[in-house]
């Protein structure tokens, strides 16, 4: 399941992830207007998140804009379509405009 982090068009400035899980996740945004069918839609982008680790990305810069909304999800499964959530929550904060 995804998770809209805004309702509209905007744009994505950074984040700061955090994989508590013992397994790698996959954190991916979706670029729509409403939750995304995140078996058959293609994110636009995905990023791998080690285990027991985080990624950061500073905000000091726009990385990317969203014409619909910005959902994110985390999945277990690189691929763009299919796999399943994580056994422990993925903390995500998207800094976002």
């Known amino acids: 399941d995804g998770t809209e982090v805004k309702a509209s068009a905007g744009n994505r400035y950074g984040w700061n992830i955090i994989n508590p899980s013992t397994e790698v996740v996959y954190v991916k945004f979706y670029d729509s207007l ?14 791998m998140v080690p285990a027991e680790g985080s990624v950061f990305q500073e905000p000091n810069v726009r990385q990317q804009d969203f014409a619909n909304g910005i959902w994110v999800s985390s999945n277990q499964v690189l691929a763009d379509a299919g796999g399943s959530a994580p056994s422990v929550p993925t903390y995500v904060e998207a800094r976002y405009k």
Do not use: A, G, H, K
């Not at 409403?34 to 990023?47: A, D, K, Y």
């Open 34 to 47: 409403l939750e995304p069918t995140t078996t058959s839609e293609t994110p636009v982008l995905i990023l």
